[in-house]
């Protein structure tokens, strides 16, 4: 399944939209209403594109991309716009927008539309995939790796069974093979790589 952000800060396209993409199963939609919303929400959660509005009070579509670039994140983003002047759409893409449609006309023509842009941007991104974005999801396991490994650690020091144990021990283990699998050790070597 395809996660998206769709920002826009009309609830009632978030609606819409929200209804047409998740109507087939193939994409998971979430929406906020403002580009300082999506901005959080990119930081708690994992999408794999972003739909923007233009026409945003505080922050515009443009520079939500712009921000969101220059955090050195390459997903796919696509401008979903009434906005159609032709200097918003070259700023766009040369900000690093992947596409821009702009909205109006049949409904069902402009939706699909927009999901087949979402399924095109997603998929060069994974033939492109860049080097940088493999070590961030690198760091980003032995991070969670070396958490997980504390919780164990944490888990040993509370009262259970000897049944309990074995398994938090053996648990144990195979988290240091997997950080073993890193080059790492079970000291927390990548937290100086973290961003």
């Given at each position: 399944?395809?996660?998206?952000?769709?920002?826009?800060?009309?609830?009632?396209?978030?609606?819409?939209?929200?209804?047409?993409?998740?109507?087939?199963g193939e994409?998971?939609v979430?929406?906020?209403?403002?580009?300082?919303?999506?901005?959080?929400?990119?930081?708690?959660?994992?999408f794999?594109?972003?739909?923007?509005?233009?026409?945003?009070?505080?922050?515009?579509?443009?520079?939500?991309?712009?921000?969101i670039?220059?955090?050195?994140?390459?997903?796919?983003?696509?401008?979903?716009?009434?906005?159609?002047?032709?200097?918003?759409?070259?700023?766009?893409?040369?900000?690093?927008?992947?596409?821009?449609?702009?909205?109006?006309?049949?409904?069902?023509?402009?939706?699909?539309?927009?999901?087949?842009?979402?399924?095109?941007?997603?998929?060069?991104?994974?033939?492109?995939?860049?080097?940088?974005?493999?070590?961030?999801?690198?760091?980003?396991?032995?991070?969670?790796?070396?958490?997980?490994?504390?919780?164990?650690?944490?888990?040993?020091?509370?009262?259970?069974?000897?049944?309990?144990a074995?398994?938090?021990?053996?648990?144990?283990t195979?988290?240091?093979?997997?950080?073993?699998?890193?080059?790492?050790?079970?000291?927390?070597?990548?937290?100086?790589?973290?961003?």
């Open positions: 399944m395809v996660s998206v952000l769709l920002v826009d800060d009309e609830q009632a396209i978030l609606d819409i939209a929200r209804a047409f993409l998740e109507r087939h994409f998971s979430v929406t906020a209403l403002s580009a300082s919303e999506g901005l959080q929400l990119l930081k708690e959660q994992e794999d594109a972003v739909i923007s509005d233009y026409e945003m009070p505080v922050m515009n579509g443009l520079n939500f991309l712009k921000t670039r220059e955090e050195k994140n390459h997903i796919p983003f696509i401008i979903f716009t009434g906005r159609g002047r032709e200097d918003v759409v070259i700023e766009a893409l040369n900000a690093g927008a992947d596409y821009y449609i702009q909205k109006g006309g049949d409904p069902r023509a402009q939706f699909t539309e927009l999901a087949y842009k979402i399924r095109e941007s997603v998929r060069k991104k994974k033939e492109l995939h860049p080097a940088g974005e493999q070590e961030h999801a690198r760091v980003k396991l032995i991070r969670y790796t070396h958490a997980l490994a504390e919780l164990l650690v944490g888990l040993e020091k509370t009262p259970c069974s000897a049944e309990q074995s398994i938090i021990r053996d648990c144990h195979r988290i240091n093979e997997m950080i073993a699998l890193f080059g790492e050790t079970g000291k927390k070597k990548a937290d100086t790589d973290l961003t």
